[in-house]
């Protein structure tokens, strides 16, 4: 049974730093594509970063690029979102995802399979 958690949010001033973790259970990090997702009421899930299968690579939203960080830690079977520079905008519901499969879109919410319960991430300016 697949099973992902993450913790990390809360509130914080525009400037400053977060860090989000997702403890995932019943996936293999080597074969798992794991991604970061947010939401604010009334729109959909936009992809914020991904991590390929193995840690081979990393993708990020035009948005957060050269502000935010995704990493994994295969022995701890988690998954972290670095969260520097935060602005306004950046407040959202944060869910991390992940699906074994390859190829597609792997910044569509549709692409993965297994989704965590989402932790808020508050900036206040």
């Known amino acids: 049974q697949v099973r992902l958690v993450e913790s990390g949010g809360g509130s914080v001033q525009a400037g400053g730093s977060l860090r989000l973790s997702c403890v995932h259970s019943?996936?293999?990090?080597?074969?798992?594509?794991m991604a970061w997702f947010r939401q604010t009421p009334g729109k959909g899930r936009e992809g914020v970063a991904l991590i390929f299968a193995g840690g081979s690579g990393t993708y990020y939203a035009d948005s957060v690029k050269g502000r935010f960080t995704i990493s994994q830690d295969s022995a701890k079977n988690t998954i972290y979102l670095q969260m520097n520079n935060l602005k306004a905008e950046d407040s959202a519901m944060y869910y991390c995802?992940?699906?074994?499969?390859?190829?597609?879109?792997?910044?569509?919410?549709?692409?993965?399979?297994?989704w965590g319960q989402g932790t808020q991430v508050t900036v206040s300016s």
């Open positions: 019943g996936l293999t990090s080597s074969s798992t594509y």
């Open positions: 995802a992940a699906d074994r499969r390859m190829g597609g879109d792997l910044m569509t919410p549709g692409r993965y399979s297994y």
